[in-house]
Structure formats: C-alpha cells, structure tokens
C-alpha cells in the first residue's frame, strides 16, 4: 500500500486486504460508492476458492464473438499442416543458401571419387589374391593397395569436411533468416501465432536441422554411392546378377513409396501436436498465480496431460510404422540375397575364387546397404519436414521497408531535420485489428501541438493501447472514403510513407 508517494505497508494476500479495507471503510464517514463495489468484489474474488472448477469456469464471464469464440481465441491462426511429399524445390533451396554451386559440385565429385577409390581397392584385393603363389616380387601389391588406402583417407576426410560444411551453413544461415523474419515483420504475426508455436520452430524444428539432419543426409547420400558401387561389383563379376537387381528396387522403391507417404504425414502431426505443450506449458507459468488463486490446478494439469497424450499417439504411430519397414525390407532383402547367392555358386567354375569371393561378400553387404539406404533416405525425407516450417517462417512477410521511402521524382519524403516541432495530427483516423469485424477507432479527428504533454484517459477497452499502437504502426491506420491508409502525421508528414526504423 502507499500512502503520499510511500509504500507503508505489503499485503500478502486477497483476504488480509479485505479486511483493510473493511478497516478504511470504518475509518471513513462516508465510504464512497465505487469503494464499496469494490470491497465487495474483492469479498467474491476471495469466496471463489471455495468453489470447484468447474464452477469457477461458469462464473467467469468471457467476451464471446459471434461464432462462439472469444476474442483472443479469434485473434489466433490454425497452423497448417503441409500435404504431399517434400518439393525438390526445398532441398535445393536448402543447400543453396548455405553454399555456392561450385561447392555443392565439388563436394559431389569427391563423393564420387572417394567411393570409386573403394571400389578400385577391392577389385585389386580380389587380383592380388589371384596371384600364383610361386611369384617371387610381391611388393608392388602391398605398395598399391598402401596408396589405395591413403587415398581412400584423404577422399573420405574432404568429402566428410564439405558435406558437413554445406549443410551446417545452410542450417545456420536458415535460422538467422528466420530469426531476421520475425524481427522485421508485424506485431500481428505474434497475435496470431501463440508462443509454443514460434517456439517449437527454434527449438524442436532447429534442433532437427542442427543435429540429426547432417547425419542423416551424409548416410543417406554415402549409403547410396555404396549401393552403387556393390551393383556395379556384382554385375561386373556375374552379369547373371542383372536381371533379378530390378525387381528386387522396384519393391524396395514399392515399400518405400508406401511408408513414406503416410510417415511424412504422421512427422507432420508429431510435429504439430507439439506446438501446443510449448503454448500451453508458457501460459500457464505466466499465469501461475490466477491458476493457484482460482483453484484449477487440476483442470491445467489434465489439459496437460492431453496435449501431451496427442503428441504421444504420433510419435508411437511413426514408430510403429518404422518397425513394419523394416520387417518387410528384411524379407525382400533375404529373398535377394538367396537368389544371387546360387546365380553366383552356380558360376564357380568360370569365375576365379577370388572373384566369386568378392561378390558374395558385395552381396551381402548390398542387402544391408539397400535397407540402410530406404530407412536414411525416408528419414531424411521425413527431417525436411523441420526444414520447410522453418522456411516457412524465414519467408514471412516484413511488415515494411526500415529505411525512408522516396517520393516518384527520386526526392526524400522526408526533410533533412525532421521532426522540427513534433506536432501530431490525427485527420478521420480509422483503425481495425487483422481478422477483427470492425474498427475499434472510428474517424478520429484532434491535434497534438508542439510541447503539449497529454493523457489518454479511458476504461478497459476503450482504445488507449491502440491509440499508442497507431502512433507507432504496430497496426495499419486508414483515413478517407474510400478508407486508404494514413491519418497521422508529425510535423505534416504522414507516417504511413516514413520507413519503419525512421519512424
């Protein structure tokens, strides 16, 4: 409490300051009429606690539009959740912002070369293995082989270092987009858009981009160069190899196709149904105390627990959903290995041993390489989902441009010294919120002059914030008829052509 600018006292709770003012009324003859309505709403407020929640929601009276939602509720946007598979468009965008094309160029012809290097190397075991025992100089083929695998080293450190290079500055670069998105675009983008959301792109979204996405892609896209060169090995060795090679793709292309299409959709949920424990989680915190003081705690903890429930459905649905990839990729994956295992017995007496040894051990890795190469490519398929939300929020609009506009002739709209006398002119100002059903200022018309200090005086909701708000374009104003945009000027400049970091 303070009394004549100092504070002479501190009320801990609703129920002691009832009882002040109780005690003020006794000391005052005559209490006034708004001091009484006001003990005796504090008097309610304080009752509430006894009343179960379900009560207190009834009570509660809650601004209502007409299609039955409240105005908050109204304010706000229903986040989309994105349909189809994952553009080209996208992955290219991705990697370009992070990196020129000579880059990503380079980057692939070392992964080329790195993998033709494998290959060569065990082509050249398979040879040296084939030697007649009574050779006398052997030590060109530990030489050589020494030289294949320095420069399988050096190929693998360089592709490595510019793939990751790559695709961690693309990551970073996408982040200070977005970030420099939000920070140049309008108030009512956070209106509409609650704190969990904005929060689950820099947080679970980045944390995809960040983390798990180099990874996955550098599996993705190194298993895929493996599976080549295993292809190329064993056609080489058995050509006979060939012909059961596209059936066995096309059902792993088949069962791919068939996961990745509900997979991504169900990513997309887990996605989204995480937004609201973020939402849900902030806003309780920042109202604790109404919470605690109205007695719904358990009504916050069970709507907790829901939000966390829907986000539990997705993720154990996308779980599942793996395992039966990987069931059925096992099965055509045994059914391969059967079948080119006796194509190359069966050729034993043509090849060399060391060949057909060399085969069959491409064989079996090939079965792996190609179970390895769907789960990664689905799965990074599945983590540009985290990449599209956020290049969703690096292309919002910026509400204008920061800098002083010119008028047609090329000369500033704004003189050298301005403002001179800060006089402000309202002139039939208009405004109304985004997605509201009318103006909450309507045809305001007075003037500020120079060196007048003023108050704005009203209840709640009478329009002081907005006013403040119009001053600063936080909210587009409109003056005439037919309503264009202006209605406030300093100084006779009309802020609506003023830049935004000017203004």
Known sequence: MVSDGESIRSIKTQAKFVDVLREFARKVPEVPQDMKNATDDTEKMVQTS??????IENKIPTKKEDDGRSVMEKNLTTEEIADGETSLEAYVNFFRIGSSWTKLILTLICLTAAQGIAVGGDFFLATWASQDATEQDRSYYPMAFGLYCLGIVVMTLIRSFLFFDCITSSSRNMFRSMLDALLKTSI??????????????????????????????????????MLLGSIVTVCVINPWVIIPIPIILGAFVGLRYLYIKSSRQVKRIDSQSRSPIYSHLSETLDGLSSVRAFGVTSQFMDEHVKTQEDNGRAFFTYLAMARWLGYRLDVVSAVFLGITAIACVSARDTQQASRVGLAMSSIISLSGELQWAIRMSVESAILMVSVERMMEYAQVKPEDSPRRKNNPDGSSVVPNGWPMDAKVTFTDMSLTYPRGDGPVLKNITLDFKAGEKI?????TGAGKSSLIGALFRLIETTTGNPPHRGGISIDGIDISQIGMHDL
Do not use: W, Y
């Not at 006894?50 to 009560?55: Q, Y």
């Not at 956070?190 to 892609?217: Q, T, W, Y």
């Not at 108050?455 to 209840?459: E, F, K, L, Q, S």
């Open 455 to 459: 108050g704005i005086v009203g209840r």
């Open 188 to 225: 009512d983008f956070f209106h509409a858009n609650p704190h969990g959301r904005i929060l689950n792109r820099f947080s679970k979204d980045m944390a995809n981009s960040d983390e798990l996405l180099p990874c996955v892609f550098f599996e993705t896209i190194q298993t895929g160069f």
């Open 50 to 55: 006894d009343l179960d929640a379900d009560d």
